[in-house]
């Protein structure tokens, strides 16, 4: 017969190193992204998801030259973000590689690197 000791298992809380440590663990999915993704929930639908957030924290999305392409603050408990790949104000982004930039107040920072190859638009569909 077995037997397990969980006596030293527990959720570590304010603790500002295994906050830094999870820091690693931010991530966009798909990348690379080609056309599609298991998140779309239709055909014209783009969509991919920047998972293992923090609570709070700011995400900027830049280009490879430096340009601000989108802003999202995050103030919730839900660990991830869908972000419909379309920029401030509601334009489809290009293809191309882009820059994830991830600042949790207090925690640190953390930059993703993120390339994308999206289907042309169809305007056909609407």
């Not at 239709?42 to 392409?69: A, F, H, R, W």
């Not at 489809?92 to 590689?97: D, K, L």
Request: overall charge neutral; proline content about 5%; charged content about 20%.
């Amino acid at each position: 017969m077995y037997s397990f000791d969980r006596s030293n298992f527990a959720t570590v809380t304010y603790d500002k190193e295994t906050a830094q440590n999870a820091l690693s663990l931010i991530n966009a999915v798909p990348n690379p992204y080609y056309a599609f993704s298991s998140y779309e929930k239709n055909q014209v639908d783009n969509e991919i998801k920047i998972t293992n957030l923090p609570q709070k924290c700011t995400i900027k999305i830049y280009t490879m030259s430096g340009i601000l392409v989108r802003e999202i603050n995050k103030d919730e408990a839900k660990t991830s973000l869908n972000w419909d790949l379309k920029n401030q104000v509601g334009i489809p982004i290009s293809s191309g590689a882009y820059l994830i930039h991830v600042d949790a107040p207090q925690i640190g920072e953390k930059v993703v690197k993120w390339f994308g190859a999206l289907r042309p638009l169809d305007l056909d569909t609407y």
